[in-house]
Nanobody, 123 residues
Framework: QVQLVESGGGLVQAGGSLRLSCAAS????????MGWFRQAPGKEREFVAF???????YYIDSVKGRFTISRDNPKNTVFLQMNSLKPEDTAVYYC?????????????????WGQGTQVTVSS
Protein backbone atom coordinates (compact mmCIF):
# COMPACT_ATOMS: atom_id res chain seq x y z
CA GLN A 1 0.00 0.00 0.00
CA VAL A 2 1.13 3.50 -0.83
CA GLN A 3 -0.47 6.67 0.47
CA LEU A 4 0.09 9.89 -1.42
CA VAL A 5 -0.38 13.40 -0.05
CA GLU A 6 -0.10 16.44 -2.30
CA SER A 7 0.75 19.95 -1.16
CA GLY A 8 1.87 23.27 -2.57
CA GLY A 9 -1.22 24.37 -4.44
CA GLY A 10 -2.65 27.86 -4.17
CA LEU A 11 -3.66 31.03 -5.95
CA VAL A 12 -1.13 32.67 -8.26
CA GLN A 13 -1.24 35.30 -10.97
CA ALA A 14 -0.62 34.41 -14.58
CA GLY A 15 3.10 34.16 -15.25
CA GLY A 16 3.83 33.07 -11.71
CA SER A 17 5.19 29.82 -10.33
CA LEU A 18 4.20 27.08 -7.92
CA ARG A 19 5.94 23.94 -6.76
CA LEU A 20 3.76 20.98 -5.97
CA SER A 21 4.97 18.18 -3.73
CA CYS A 22 3.66 14.67 -3.32
CA ALA A 23 4.81 12.76 -0.26
CA ALA A 24 4.51 8.98 -0.38
CA SER A 25 4.34 6.52 2.47
CA UNK A 26 6.00 3.14 2.36
CA UNK A 27 9.52 1.85 1.84
CA UNK A 28 9.27 0.99 -1.85
CA UNK A 29 8.76 4.47 -3.29
CA UNK A 30 11.71 4.05 -5.65
CA UNK A 31 9.95 1.04 -7.20
CA UNK A 32 7.09 3.17 -8.48
CA UNK A 33 6.88 5.40 -11.46
CA MET A 34 5.01 8.61 -10.67
CA GLY A 35 2.60 10.80 -12.54
CA TRP A 36 0.82 14.11 -12.17
CA PHE A 37 -2.70 14.57 -13.50
CA ARG A 38 -5.13 17.48 -13.29
CA GLN A 39 -8.86 18.02 -13.53
CA ALA A 40 -10.46 21.35 -14.25
CA PRO A 41 -14.11 22.07 -13.43
CA GLY A 42 -16.40 20.43 -15.94
CA LYS A 43 -13.54 18.66 -17.70
CA GLU A 44 -12.12 15.17 -17.69
CA ARG A 45 -8.96 14.31 -15.81
CA GLU A 46 -5.90 15.09 -17.90
CA PHE A 47 -2.36 13.73 -17.79
CA VAL A 48 0.34 16.32 -17.07
CA ALA A 49 3.71 14.67 -16.42
CA PHE A 50 5.40 11.34 -15.69
CA UNK A 51 8.74 10.29 -14.23
CA UNK A 52 10.22 6.82 -14.19
CA UNK A 53 12.58 5.17 -11.71
CA UNK A 54 15.71 6.66 -13.20
CA UNK A 55 14.32 10.17 -13.64
CA UNK A 56 13.25 9.97 -17.25
CA UNK A 57 10.36 12.38 -17.78
CA TYR A 58 7.44 12.76 -20.18
CA TYR A 59 5.02 15.70 -20.48
CA ILE A 60 1.83 16.70 -22.14
CA ASP A 61 2.60 19.16 -24.95
CA SER A 62 0.83 22.10 -23.32
CA VAL A 63 3.22 22.16 -20.34
CA LYS A 64 6.52 21.33 -22.05
CA GLY A 65 9.12 23.97 -21.27
CA ARG A 66 7.07 25.32 -18.36
CA PHE A 67 6.65 22.37 -15.98
CA THR A 68 9.36 20.09 -14.59
CA ILE A 69 8.75 16.83 -12.76
CA SER A 70 11.40 15.45 -10.43
CA ARG A 71 11.71 12.97 -7.60
CA ASP A 72 13.71 12.57 -4.41
CA ASN A 73 13.68 8.85 -3.64
CA PRO A 74 15.34 9.03 -0.18
CA LYS A 75 12.62 11.51 0.83
CA ASN A 76 9.80 9.56 -0.87
CA THR A 77 8.70 12.70 -2.67
CA VAL A 78 7.88 13.73 -6.22
CA PHE A 79 7.71 17.37 -7.29
CA LEU A 80 6.08 19.36 -10.05
CA GLN A 81 7.70 22.74 -10.62
CA MET A 82 5.26 24.91 -12.56
CA ASN A 83 6.51 28.11 -14.16
CA SER A 84 4.88 30.65 -16.49
CA LEU A 85 1.49 29.57 -15.25
CA LYS A 86 -1.57 30.31 -17.35
CA PRO A 87 -5.25 30.57 -16.39
CA GLU A 88 -5.87 27.36 -18.32
CA ASP A 89 -3.60 25.55 -15.84
CA THR A 90 -6.25 26.05 -13.17
CA ALA A 91 -7.29 22.63 -11.88
CA VAL A 92 -7.04 20.18 -9.04
CA TYR A 93 -3.69 18.45 -9.39
CA TYR A 94 -3.27 14.80 -8.40
CA CYS A 95 -0.19 12.68 -8.07
CA UNK A 96 -0.33 8.96 -8.77
CA UNK A 97 1.93 5.94 -8.40
CA UNK A 98 2.27 2.95 -10.71
CA UNK A 99 4.26 -0.25 -10.93
CA UNK A 100 4.07 -0.14 -14.75
CA UNK A 101 7.29 1.12 -16.26
CA UNK A 102 5.38 2.62 -19.18
CA UNK A 103 2.36 3.95 -17.28
CA UNK A 104 2.93 7.42 -18.81
CA UNK A 105 -0.43 9.06 -19.59
CA UNK A 106 -2.56 5.95 -19.04
CA UNK A 107 -4.53 6.75 -15.90
CA UNK A 108 -5.82 3.18 -15.55
CA UNK A 109 -2.23 1.95 -15.10
CA UNK A 110 -1.82 3.89 -11.86
CA UNK A 111 -2.52 2.00 -8.66
CA UNK A 112 -2.54 4.77 -6.07
CA TRP A 113 -3.82 8.35 -6.11
CA GLY A 114 -3.59 11.31 -3.79
CA GLN A 115 -6.48 13.53 -2.74
CA GLY A 116 -5.40 16.44 -4.90
CA THR A 117 -4.32 20.04 -4.40
CA GLN A 118 -6.04 23.06 -5.94
CA VAL A 119 -4.11 25.32 -8.30
CA THR A 120 -5.80 28.54 -9.36
CA VAL A 121 -4.19 30.92 -11.84
CA SER A 122 -5.74 34.35 -12.15
CA SER A 123 -5.50 36.45 -15.29
Amino acid sequence: QVQLVESGGGLVQAGGSLRLSCAASGRTFSSYVMGWFRQAPGKEREFVAFINWSGGAYYIDSVKGRFTISRDNPKNTVFLQMNSLKPEDTAVYYCAASMYNNARHYADRYDYWGQGTQVTVSS
